[in-house]
């Protein structure tokens, strides 16, 4: 018996924008049928989570989370719009942090949630040629701030860095010796 969840058919529920949203019948390992959701982004392309650094200093933004209520701090981030990681993750310096100018690399995928999401994002370091005096997008980003690594890691350990995104990130870039 293989084990693996076989689509019967697939069922668009809601789409935006953004993402779209499926109720699918499936077929379990067992022969017995179920509905599995599934959320997809809306674009092709891979969304990117930016690890923007310049002088030794990582850039966070604080937004509002409409979910959770309330504002966060946590690495600039955001949806393809059809385009490559490399001209998504230079849409989303210039957005969220006002900056024209880096070298963009990639430096891993993360899959957010594989339970649910189907979309694997891109996490890109950006070596930032000069910071500018802010975003572009001020109904998205409240406020900036450039952090050391290690102040960014004792804000995770204190609690005030939860976002996923930003935590797996951080792993990533410590793996490859980034920071």
Sequence with gaps: MKHEVKQIRERLAYSNQFIELY???VEFPDGSSGRYVRLQSAMPGAPVVLVAMYEGRIALVRTFRYALGQLVWELPRGFSQGLGVEDTARNELREELGISSADIEVIGFLAPDS???STRAAVVAAAVH?????PEDINE????CWVT?????QMIRLGQVEDSFTVAACTL????HRL
Aim: charged share 40%; net charge negative.
């Design 173 to 176: 870039i410590r793996l490859h």
């Design 115 to 117: 339970g649910m999401q």
């Design 130 to 134: 000069a910071p500018m005096d802010g």
């Design 23 to 25: 109720d699918d019948d």
């Design 141 to 144: 980003v409240e406020s900036i």
């Design 149 to 153: 690594f290690e102040d960014l890691e």
